[in-house]
């Protein structure tokens, strides 16, 4: 089965959140069940495309409102287990952002060229499996534009990574989108103006969700689209994701201070952990709590400041935050290091390596988000013996069971200063049980997140649908 993703971001090449390392992982273990399953994506000027070379495979032109060059290029060497094209349009798309303030254009653009390339394919895909709003008219496109009646027939799916985005825009930009039969414009239309993920939900064959609670979820609280996913809900999913468990690999991952296995995690884990708390000023023998993420409200991290302050002044812990995002945030956050300085310190900004270390070194993770459609960074944890502690939403509430219900995280069931601080201090008393707190560590890390069954479980789906 031929497969192509269409996406705005692609671990390695360029990431933002979780969908990078979805689109970076699925398909190749897509390929390892025997498929023909490839990504197709923006070319961005990033690290990665800068670090390697492509050969041009087609280029065409396309217009809207004035003509664009384009080409599309595929990946010379590719050693992650897919093959990888992109869509270069220099003046619209070669930039060292994915997103900005209006990316009506970028992205449209983007879809268009995807689908022109596409047409021109000697051997059409079985499937094309869209990822949130950046290429959510591509299938309204494929149904309903004139240029690409010849995709009519081919299957699309979306992936819904976050319903929060949408991509709305007015319907006077609504001529830039290929000649299609006006009877069809509602299919656009949702809530007086153009939105591209509400199109897909009606016009792709099958709709899905990073995990099952969230696919719930969305059906009381999408932003608007609550209705729109109740209507649609007989072709609707919801598939947990999974995580690469080649990258994420305390054994052989390169990034971190000291590999280790089950045999040797305590030696590992410390290690790791005394590197961290040496780099930035923490206590080794204290329990060490870690945020890695966006400080958005999204996550809960506008609470971050009243939470970090009642439980430093509660309890004897470290606590170490890797992120960024709201600059207001950031301040009531920075002003901590100061009050607090010795038990809690902050990396403002993204590092990939770091966060990799902050995984193996951690004793607990926190993950008290208002909204997570998936959420890998928990999979991420239980991988390096670091124990969840998470508010009970969406895919948290999938992969992490309480200790309270013979499970090995924390949950708290919503988001509040008090309800936080009492699972982080839930946290501390499993950390003064040694024996306990050890057993659990080697627990997690045997649980199996991999792509293998979500992989096996989107193939399904897909010939459900031929």
Request: charged share 25%.
């Amino acid at each position: 089965m031929k497969i192509i993703h269409i996406t705005a971001e692609c671990y390695p090449v360029a990431k933002v959140g979780g969908l990078a390392d979805v689109v970076g992982s699925l398909p190749k273990y897509q390929n390892n069940l025997g498929e023909d399953s490839s990504v197709l994506m923006p070319f961005y000027d990033t690290a990665f495309t800068k670090e390697n070379s492509f050969s041009e495979v087609f280029s065409s032109e396309i217009d809207l409102d004035r003509t664009f060059s384009f080409s599309v290029r595929k990946l010379d060497k590719s050693t992650l287990g897919f093959e990888l094209y992109f869509i270069d349009i220099p003046e619209l798309l070669f930039t060292e952002y994915v997103y900005s303030e209006d990316d009506t254009l970028r992205f449209l653009a983007f879809q268009i060229a995807a689908l022109q390339w596409i047409c021109g394919l000697k051997e059409k895909p079985n499937v094309i499996h869209c990822h949130d709003h950046h290429t959510g008219l591509t299938p309204f496109m494929m149904s309903y534009a004139n240029d690409f009646a010849q995709l009519k027939d081919v299957p699309s799916i979306l992936t819904i990574h976050n319903a929060q985005y949408q991509g709305w825009f007015s319907h006077e930009k609504s001529h830039l989108i290929p000649e299609f039969d006006h009877q069809h414009f509602g299919l656009l239309d949702w809530d007086h103006s153009i939105n591209p993920l509400a199109a897909a939900i009606k016009c792709a064959w099958k709709v899905t969700t990073v995990s099952p609670s969230y696919m719930e979820e969305l059906k009381q609280n999408a932003n608007g689209l609550e209705q729109l996913l109740a209507h649609e809900s007989a072709k609707c999913i919801g598939i947990l994701n999974g995580i690469d468990v080649n990258v994420w690999n305390t054994e052989t991952d390169p990034f971190i201070l000291k590999n280790y296995s089950l045999s040797t995690l305590d030696a590992g884990k410390k290690a790791n952990k005394d590197w961290l708390c040496k780099e930035y000023g923490l206590n080794p023998k204290l329990p060490l709590f870690v945020f890695i993420g966006r400080l958005v409200g999204e996550k809960g991290a506008d609470l971050f400041p009243e939470i970090f302050d009642k439980v430093l002044n509660a309890h004897q812990i470290s606590v170490l935050l890797l992120g960024s995002g709201s600059k207001d945030i950031e301040l009531g956050l920075s002003e901590l290091n100061t009050k607090h300085s010795g038990a809690y310190n902050s990396y403002i900004g993204y590092d990939e390596k770091l966060s990799h270390i902050i995984y193996a070194g951690a004793d607990f993770l926190l993950m008290p988000s208002r909204v997570e459609p998936c959420g890998l960074n928990q999979m991420y944890s239980l991988r390096y013996g670091t124990i969840p502690v998470v508010n009970a939403v969406g895919g948290l509430k999938d992969t992490v069971i309480d200790l309270n219900e013979e499970g090995f995280g924390i949950l708290h069931k919503e988001l509040s200063v008090d309800l936080a601080a009492e699972a982080i201090a839930r946290g501390v008393e499993l950390f003064k049980n040694q024996k306990k707190f050890k057993e659990i560590r080697k627990e997690i890390m045997s649980i199996d997140h991999s792509w293998d069954v979500s992989a096996e479980e989107y193939i399904k789906l897909y010939k459900s649908i031929k």
